[in-house]
């Protein structure tokens, strides 16, 4: 049904036009579905399905590539580029062989500080433990957050980490700590193999970067909202995650993707960091396409999830 409904689609839509190019978000691909729901999660069946229309509507081709072709207004249909954000390790488990099958090219964007550790993003320790714990509810800074079924322990996850996102970096980590011994788990627990939170390892990315069909660029250090940060903070963040990036990968770090990615999460400072680390291009969060008139620093995306609808993948 979804795929008959993007043949359908494709016929009647054509906002991209032929100066344009539509750069797609993804984020986390399992193949069992997760007990409590997760907006940054998608089964490998949606995946699948959402890459075919792509594929169907689109020329994919590389982020780089499409970049370069819109400059140079060299265009004869609707493009689209595939990008990844937070490296995580089911990344290279159930995504890249699908993007292997059908040849699509896409970009990684790594948390450097965290490849290779058995740590992961704050987010996922969060919803980690909301998952985990046995507790029907908990008391948080005064709020009453009901865990009784895992459609409340989803809405819970949404709730907690729109409130924890805005902190600065050093009360955020006290307040995931919080959190985890207030719901009696382990805020420090390892990420183990298996555990959809577990982030890549440095032999997993060098596995794909031989093999071609992916590059890797930067998402800062420790993912980090940029612009709570002061300019010496954001320059060693972004400066030092693109050094890293290039001692794993042995290839050019010029590609970057701001953490959370909307307009007021990066500032003049942030494009000055950029700029210093040779980053030649940086996607958003921003929903639009990328033209020619668009600053290569600020590429908006169209984020994909396991609820995108056909309508938000056409061209």
């Known amino acids: 049904m979804r795929t008959r409904l993007y043949r359908w689609i494709r016929g009647r839509t054509n906002g991209a036009g032929r100066d344009s190019l539509t750069v797609f978000n993804f984020h986390g691909v399992v193949v069992d579905p997760l007990p409590v729901p997760d907006l940054g999660f998608m089964n490998r069946e949606t995946f699948l399905a959402h890459l075919e229309a792509i594929r169907r509507l689109y020329r994919v081709v590389s982020l780089r590539e499409g970049i370069e072709r819109v400059a140079r207004g060299d ?9 990844f954000d937070d490296g995580l390790a089911n990344f290279y488990e159930v ?16 948390v450097t500080s965290l490849v290779g550790t058995e740590d992961t993003l704050w987010c996922c320790r969060v919803h980690k ?76 990315i060098c596995r794909m970067v031989d093999a071609g069909l992916v590059e ?36 050019p770090a010029d590609l970057f993707a701001y953490p959370n990615g909307r307009k007021e999460d990066y500032d003049a400072a942030s494009l000055a960091a950029l ?8 996607v958003t969060t921003a929903r639009g396409r990328f033209r020619r008139n668009t600053p290569p620093l600020e590429i908006p995306r169209f984020w994909v999830g396991e609820e995108t609808r056909a309508w938000e993948i056409a061209p």
Request: include cysteine.
């Open 95 to 110: 995504a890249h062989p699908i993007l292997d099958d059908f040849g699509i090219p896409a970009v990684c964007f790594l």
């Open 75 to 83: 265009r004869k249909g609707p493009e689209a580029a595939v990008t």
């Open 216 to 251: 890797f660029g930067s998402h800062t250090r420790t993912h980090p909202i940029l612009s709570l940060l002061s300019p010496e903070e954001q320059r060693e963040e972004i400066v030092e995650s693109a050094a890293a990036l290039r001692r794993l990968t042995g290839r």
């Open 275 to 282: 700029r210093e680390a040779g980053v030649r291009a940086a």
């Open 129 to 204: 433990a909301i998952s985990e714990t046995s507790r029907p509810s908990f008391l948080w800074r005064g709020n009453l957050i009901d865990l009784s079924n895992s459609r409340r322990r989803a809405q819970a996850s949404v709730l907690l980490q729109g409130a924890l996102k805005g902190m600065p970096p050093r009360e955020l980590r006290a307040a995931v700590r919080e959190i985890g011994r207030s719901l009696s788990v382990d805020p420090d627990a390892p990420i183990l193999p298996g555990s959809p939170f577990r982030i890549l390892s440095d032999s997993e």
